[in-house]
């Protein structure tokens, strides 16, 4: 299985900085890819970056820029740096995992509990 445990979400105004953390617990299974994801109220998850063992990183176009994702694979970590943010910003953000079981090619996704970001105008 594997666990997911976020951190760093909070309240900040717009213009302000926020770092999002994530580690992961993994037994019998090996991470390919780590990420973010948020969802806004009634509006559908969406990508927000995520990056590869391979340090491949795929980011989303409204946060180019402004979001900046790195990872420690040795530690099973991955962190978000979010500046200049803005009110749209806001939405609980997900830590998100590609991982398959040891000898499987099959990949399985995994996510965190979410943490809550808002962004004051």
């Known amino acids: 299985q594997v666990q997911l445990v976020e951190s760093g979400g909070g309240l900040v105004q717009s213009g302000g900085s926020l770092k999002l953390s994530c580690v992961a617990s993994?037994?019998?299974?090996?991470?390919?890819?780590m990420g973010w994801y948020r969802q806004a109220p009634w509006k559908q998850r969406e990508l927000v970056a995520t990056i590869s063992t391979a340090d491949r990183t795929n980011i989303a176009d409204s946060v180019v820029g402004r979001f900046f994702i790195s990872a420690d694979y040795s530690k099973n970590t991955v962190n978000l740096q979010m500046n200049n943010l803005k009110a749209d910003d806001t939405a609980t953000y997900y830590c998100h995992a590609l991982a398959r079981r040891y000898g499987r090619y099959q990949q399985l996704n995994y996510w965190g509990q979410g943490t809550q970001v808002t962004v004051s105008s």
């Open positions: 993994r037994v019998g299974f090996i991470i390919d890819v």
